[in-house]
């Protein structure tokens, strides 16, 4: 059985490598190495204007890491549309840990006090590993796509890794690219000096994704 240490793990996504388990309760770990890589480019993301409308209503207070055990239980845990997920008790030991060394970071979703949503991963310089994302409210994920994609933007990022294209990621743009290409574009990002949490309003965050699809809203799904 792979048992993993950060320091392992980290030098694994710095070569393009990541971890998965095959399910919640299998306790081992396998490396993926796909020949395709998911990627969402930063100056290619596709936000609709209804969820664009959403961001800019505020119906979720937005958060980052103040509860990325939260987030990491909201990913890992069953829904009806996803029985079984890949994030065993491994991984949840290996991000909490990185997550409190500042290397893993959340972007929540909040409402009447409660969390609602979000999404989490890995950022090493200019890349951000994003790992897995969860809603129990409509649009919460969305909007917390929408948060990360401006973050990253302004924080000097040039790589958001999605791992794979799902039919979701691909209305926002997501695209598969080969694994040399993925490498060079990871090797470039490492470098660089970049910060997921830098400080951003509503307004500033909407801006950022109308800059990333090229100045304008793009039409709804």
């Given amino acids: 059985m792979l048992t993993l240490t950060p ?3 980290l030098r694994a996504y710095a070569c393009g490598v990541f971890p998965m388990a095959q399910s919640r309760d299998d306790p081992r770990l396998y490396w993926i190495d796909p020949p395709e890589r998911g990627v969402l480019p930063l100056d290619g993301f596709h936000a609709s204007r209804s969820l664009l ?3 800019r209503q505020e119906l979720f207070e937005v958060r980052i890491d103040s509860d990325f055990a939260g ?3 909201g990913c890992a845990e069953a829904t009806e549309d996803r029985p079984d997920t890949w994030i065993n008790e491994q991984i949840i030991r290996l991000f909490t840990h990185l997550h409190g060394v500042g290397l893993a970071h959340s972007v929540e979703c909040w409402q009447d006090g409660a969390l609602v949503g979000g999404l989490y ?4 310089g200019g890349a951000f590993f994003g790992e897995s994302m969860f809603s129990r409210r409509t649009d919460a994920s969305k909007v917390a796509l929408c948060h990360l994609i401006a973050r ?3 924080g000097g990022f040039t790589l958001l890794d999605t791992q794979f294209v799902t039919e979701h990621l691909t209305r926002f743009g997501a695209i ?3 694994k040399r290409a993925y490498l060079n574009k990871l090797n470039a990002a490492l470098p660089l000096a970049a910060d997921l949490k830098r ?4 307004a500033e965050v909407v801006a950022e994704c109308k800059r990333a699809a090229g100045g304008q809203d793009t039409p709804p799904p």
């Avoid at 400080?199 to 509503?202: H, K």
């Fill in 7 to 9: 320091d392992i793990l």
């Fill in 53 to 55: 409308k959403t961001v």
């Fill in 71 to 73: 987030v990491l239980a």
């Fill in 121 to 124: 991963g890995l950022a090493l």
């Fill in 152 to 154: 990253l933007r302004h």
């Fill in 176 to 178: 598969e690219i080969p």
């Fill in 199 to 202: 400080p951003m309003t509503t």
